[in-house]
Every structure is written in structure tokens, then in C-alpha cells.
């Protein structure tokens, strides 16, 4: 039996592979700590997990920002997920198309990518004319591309689909 119980701020899943029924003091953060601390041999926990379905192209994805409107709050696991045919990308090549942001450490986070995250592209070179007399023109420097995944978090990813950093600019 699987249970979800999210008590004095502190959410686990509960399951009992035992052959008897338990109970499980939640009343107090020390009653419920200490369940979490010494519980029997056929008691798993493990922690909760919020679910974060990208179903429509999106630019500049923060999961940081994402995650609490979500759900999400601490002790909480994340699971993202990106649909087949979906495009996260970025508007510039200084944001990346997908960041994690800063998580409490704890805090698994998995993305199962069955679209597409794709940074920016770089900004092309412009040339510098010198002189109507000399008529050279002198190349400028191109810009680099942009960043797919920014990983300010610890990440497991399941690329089923297209990771893919923008090109440099010509």
C-alpha cells in the first residue's frame, strides 16, 4: 500500500510491503520525524513527487519559477516532462533555452525530453568599413551560440527527443 502523506511540512510516500496494517503518528513534527527515522524494515519512504507536463512550445523555461506554481514545495521530488513535438528554446543566446535553477540539495529532479530544447543562435559578424581610399572592410566578431540545459541543480534527463545548443554566429 502506497500512501502519500505530506505532514508538519514534510511530504513522503508510505509503502508497507509488510503483512500487517501500521499507524503512523503524524500529530507532531517529532512524532512524524521520528516514524521517518525508525521505521520498520518493510516501510519504504521516499519522497513526494510533483509532475510538470510541457505540452505547448515555450521559450526561456525556468523550472525554479515553474515548479512552485506547480506544486512543488521542499521535500517534494520533480519529474518533468516534455511532449513529443514541442519546442523549449530561448530568445537569446545569453538565456538558456531550459535552466534548472537552484533547488534544496535532496531534491531529485528528472526530465524525460521527448521534444525538443534547443538554444539560440548566435548573432551574425558585422564588417567595418575603413575608408572609401584603402576600400577594406574588416570583419567583426561573430556571437557565440546559446546554452540547451543550464544544470543549477542536480539533473537526471531521458533524451527520447533533440538536446541541441545553438550554432555560433558567421
Not at 557565440?144 to 540545459?149: D, E, L, N, P, Q
Amino acid at each position: 500500500i502506497n500512501l502519500n502523506i505530506s505532514e508538519q511540512s514534510v511530504c513522503r510516500i508510505v509503502n508497507n510491503t509488510g503483512p500487517r496494517d501500521i499507524f503512523i503518528p503524524t500529530n507532531t513534527a517529532g512524532e512524524w520525524e521520528s516514524f521517518r527515522n525508525n521505521h520498520l524494515d518493510d516501510i519504504t519512504l521516499s519522497n513526494c513527487i510533483v509532475y510538470i507536463n510541457i505540452s505547448n512550445n515555450i521559450t526561456n523555461y525556468n523550472l525554479s519559477n515553474k515548479s512552485i506554481s506547480s506544486g512543488w514545495e521542499e521535500g517534494f521530488d520533480l519529474v518533468v516532462i516534455i511532449n513529443n513535438g514541442v519546442f523549449v528554446s530561448s530568445t537569446s543566446s545569453s538565456i538558456p533555452a531550459f535552466q534548472t535553477g537552484s533547488f534544496p540539495t535532496g531534491t531529485n529532479i528528472t526530465l524525460i525530453n521527448n521534444g525538443n530544447i534547443i538554444g539560440a543562435g548566435g548573432d551574425g559578424a558585422t564588417s567595418i568599413y575603413t575608408s572609401a581610399s584603402s576600400g577594406y572592410y574588416v570583419p567583426g566578431t561573430p556571437g557565440s551560440g546559446g546554452t540547451a540545459i543550464l544544470a543549477q541543480s542536480n539533473i537526471s534527463i531521458i533524451n527520447n527527443g533533440l538536446i541541441g545548443g545553438g550554432g555560433g554566429g558567421g
